[in-house]
């Protein structure tokens, strides 16, 4: 609101400098339900989800690195490279009906679509602010001397066809079936006639920023990073309660994502690591609400694309081989995505199984991409994905930017059952070189499985002794025995028991157990013994009631005597006679006349 | 005693537990009143410990520590079986070296599993000692802890296992010995020496290479200073391999097996170590120090 505040009274500053007639102006009808449906009528919208290109093929334009640049042309579709060119590109690439358009150098350049060869350059008397295309022309905002200026230019000729003034900042534009779009001073949404610049009508957000413009072949969504209003004849309601609102749950280890790009961002007027971060999805509306389809949403993060069902559950994962997929898009029936090395994927939204991997061939890395593949749905062989094998990579990425996004991983591997995920969460922990944030949430991980099949796995991993010869030592046992211990009143096979006792029993009496992992190792032994553990236990507490080291230790003394009492007569006349024995460490006597009641 | 109850069904919830504890577990404390029943038969009544038993199990180190030597020295069952009853209780670490000692100047089988518990104990010291103790039992058990010892982090307890290992000469802890003595452990090097006989310590001379040199002259010279250790070809093939070593503690293992030993009768493993020494030195040992033989 104060940003608000401050920007209306230097836009008002401005209009007192400039006299002259402006089309966007701080006063002017708004939130006009009439003229908005008038306006919404107006649109030349396709019924299903098509590409804006002329040829109605799905495609994509990529922009490498290099010097000079070079655009790459690729027909999603065929599969094949329609054409490179070096451009000095420095900005979004912009599709239209049969050309393309961008900032090259300083001029804006249009490209042939079909061949690559520049069509017509304009130099802009300002400074680039953003760029959109339809089918007949392309539409850029810039900043002049005298302010913000959209201007609009055919696509053929490359003439102007109208340009209207602004009193204010304007942001980056959007268009399609005949209107453009562009956010004014982050607070309205101006909707201008694409033929003749007239403004129609304009939305303003009253309990909401507007600075994030996302136009797809048939919807037109705005907001901000907090969520996302669909344009509709509830738009003229400006309120998130009234309109038609949305936003996705996305988990706070996915810091950064957003709907869209932020239109008043200079930065991200070129292809930015922004891009990296994005909710994907589609949407419908029924009832006046915003619907997710039934699979959720998808979350493209760097290499990853992560999807979560309309609870925000995490239910499918993708993790592109090697390197980042630095730009990405929701077809409406694919999640579409470009890697830094050329490669080209193509996700089933709701399984996240590859339809299609293909590599463009580009020698230098892709920095940014532009896809025009609405409606797009590739039907090739599907990957299935192996969700165990993608949350493993994803949690053993040495990439130190994903700690967050592992835990979202392991998470998620976790609810998955069988003793090969015990195995691999263990894994996590026993890397050193993971960070002890993620492993300490893989043991409560472990705590919380009760997936009695991975007991085996959980013994097989205490067979790993202290062995000063062998050069070996306990890998994780404080974890390993909370995961024995959070298999307590899960159904076990018995054999599985007795070889876990064993193995428990060794490292409950071997000298290099801390006194931190005795707890746990007896904690593990009360839980899965069902009493059986209780004679050895007993025998461990009589070695050290004496001792000043581990018998002075709070937590161990809780651990033995808690686990003990819970025994029959024998075991309380044991406890007895070691608070009696005038040698037992004076809490711990304490302690057991307290358990006992005593 | 009082906790007679407790601790005899304490031993058989341990006894029961064995099939449902697959690997091996450690021992349950001694059973002590076994070993009474056993040998009561054959004795007159016995005296009164009950002082010695109580200031053992009292809070008092001291007197704890002076009642375990008293109850060593007796020659009484009830004694004996006061230790057992004590290790089986638990004791504090301070007091536990005595009782060991006391332990085995009467070594009994029972003692094994006792000593097997503190073995493994948390405390260094106490392991050291227990290990200690174990090497005076031909037991297979005793063997099974020292070489376990062989195996722990702490140096001084694996020096106190190998102690044991030579004394007990423990074939079993040679492997792990000379793995010890590959790390540079001079305990193992010392043990290795006080139990080779001819084939070990051919074992040894072929170690040049694979373990320290300074390690392998020492396990080596001391083999040859054994008296026991014969016949003399073979002190002559250890000569021979110690002058193979290139360290100078190879011409220190052969000089002081030249110290150790008298000139005549004339041994030709002694007359090989001098010249090796000499060829070493440029010169006569005995010249060089000012020695008289």
């Given amino acids: 609101m104060k940003t608000l505040a401050i920007t209306t009274i230097g836009a008002l500053a401005l209009l007192a400098a400039c006299p002259q007639k402006r089309v966007f102006q701080l006063s002017s009808d708004e939130n006009n339900p009439y003229m908005l449906k008038q306006t919404l009528d107006k649109r030349q919208l396709p019924a299903q989800p098509t590409p804006t290109n002329d040829a109605k093929q799905p495609r994509v334009f990529v922009v490498t690195a290099g010097s000079p640049k070079t655009i790459a042309a690729f027909d999603l579709a065929s599969g094949n490279v329609m054409w490179k060119a070096d451009a000095d590109v420095q900005s979004r690439i912009s599709v239209g009906g049969d050309f393309i358009v961008a900032l090259e150098g300083s001029q804006l350049v249009a490209r042939d679509q079909a061949r690559g060869a520049p069509r017509w350059k304009t130099n802009l008397p300002g400074t680039f602010v953003g760029a959109a295309a339809d089918a007949q022309r392309a539409y850029v905002v810039y900043h002049a001397s005298s302010g913000y200026v959209l201007a609009a230019y055919d696509g053929k000729s490359g003439a102007k066809s109208w340009s209207a003034d602004a009193a204010g900042e304007l942001g980056a534009p959007g268009a399609h079936g005949g209107v453009v779009y562009v956010p004014y001073l982050r607070q309205w949404l101006s909707i201008l006639d694409s033929a003749t610049g007239k403004l129609l009508t304009r939305i303003r957000g009253i309990d909401e920023q507007i600075a994030m413009l996302d136009v797809t072949s048939q919807r037109a969504y705005y907001g901000s990073k907090q969520g996302v209003f669909v344009l509709d004849e509830k738009s003229a309601t400006g309120k998130r309660a009234d309109a038609t609102y949305g936003k996705v749950k996305i988990p706070p280890q996915l810091d950064g994502t957003t709907y869209g790009v932020d239109v008043y961002d200079p930065v991200q007027m070129m292809y930015t690591a922004a891009e990296r971060k994005r909710v994907l999805w589609t949407t419908t509306t029924i009832d006046g609400q915003l619907q997710l389809p039934g699979e959720g949403y998808a979350i493209h993060y760097f290499r990853y694309v992560l999807g979560f069902d309309t609870k925000g559950e995490l239910t499918w994962a993708y993790s592109n081989p090697r390197v980042e997929l630095v730009a990405s898009d929701h077809t409406g029936s694919a999640i579409v995505g470009v890697a830094t090395n050329g490669d080209v994927v193509a996700l089933d939204p709701r399984d996240g199984t590859v339809r299609v991997r293909k590599s463009l061939g580009t020698t230098q890395p892709v920095l940014g991409a532009t896809f025009d593949a609405d409606g797009w749905s590739p039907s090739g062989q599907g990957e299935k994905s192996d969700a165990v094998s993608v949350l493993v990579s994803i949690a053993r990425d040495r990439d130190a930017r994903f700690d967050r996004v592992k835990e979202l991983a392991v998470r998620r591997l976790a609810q998955l059952p069988g003793p090969e995920v015990t195995q691999h969460l263990l894994a996590v922990i026993a890397d050193p070189r993971q960070p002890q944030r993620l492993k300490d949430t893989v043991v409560d991980l472990l705590m919380e499985r009760k997936d009695g099949s991975s007991l085996p796995v959980l013994t097989t991993q205490l067979q790993i002794t202290t062995d000063y010869i062998a050069n070996t030592q306990p890998e994780s046992l404080a974890a390993v025995a909370k995961g024995i211990a959070g298999l307590g009143g899960t159904k076990l096979e018995p054999k599985d028991v007795s070889a876990a006792l064993a193995a428990l029993q060794h490292h409950l009496e071997a000298p290099t157990t801390s006194n931190g992992e005795l707890v746990q190792v007896i904690g593990a032994m009360a839980a899965i013994g069902g009493g059986v553990e209780r004679p050895v236990l007993a025998s461990h507490l009589l070695l050290y009631h004496a001792d000043d080291n581990l018998g002075d230790d709070a937590a161990w003394q809780k651990a033995i005597v808690v686990a003990l009492e819970k025994g029959g007569p024998t075991e309380r006349e044991m406890l007895r006679y070691v608070a009696r024995d005038p040698r037992t460490r004076p809490k711990l006597a304490a302690l057991i006349q307290e358990q006992l009641g005593d | ?293």
């Fill in chain 2, 1 to 293: 005693m009082a906790t007679t109850k407790w601790l005899w069904g304490l031993c058989v919830a341990f006894a029961l537990s064995g099939p449902a504890f697959a690997q091996p577990a450690e021992a349950p404390p001694p059973p002590a009143k076994k070993a009474k029943k056993d040998r009561g038969k054959k004795r007159k009544p016995p005296v009164d410990l009950s002082a010695e038993v109580a200031a053992l199990n009292g809070a008092d180190l001291e007197p704890a520590a002076k009642a375990a030597e008293t109850l060593g020295a007796s020659a009484e069952p009830a004694a004996h079986d006061a230790l057992l009853d004590a290790l089986a209780l638990g004791l504090p670490p301070a007091v536990t070296s005595n009782v060991f000692t006391a332990l085995v100047k009467h070594p009994a089988p029972a003692d094994v599993a006792a000593l097997r518990r503190y073995a493994r104990h948390h405390t260094p010291t106490v392991r050291s000692a227990a290990i200690g103790a174990l090497a005076m039992y031909p037991d297979p058990n005793a063997r099974l802890a020292v070489v376990a010892g062989l195996h722990d982090p702490v140096a001084s307890v694996r020096a106190a296992a190998a102690a044991a290992a030579g004394k007990g000469r423990m074939r079993d802890a040679v492997e792990p010995m000379l793995k010890l003595l590959a790390k540079g452990e001079e305990a193992s090097a010392r043990a290795l020496a006080v139990m080779a006989d001819t084939e070990l310590a051919r074992k040894l001379a072929d170690q040049l290479g694979k373990v320290p040199e300074a390690s392998l002259a020492l396990a080596l010279g001391l083999i040859l200073k054994r008296p026991d250790f014969g016949p003399d070809p073979e002190r002559v093939e250890i000569v021979r391999a110690i002058a193979k070593i290139a360290d100078a503690s190879a011409v220190t293992a052969l000089t002081d097996y030249l110290d150790a030993t008298p000139k005549n009768p004339p041994r030709p493993s002694r007359q090989e170590a001098q010249g090796v020494v000499e060829a070493r030195l440029g010169g006569s040992p005995d010249k060089q120090d000012g020695r008289k033989q």
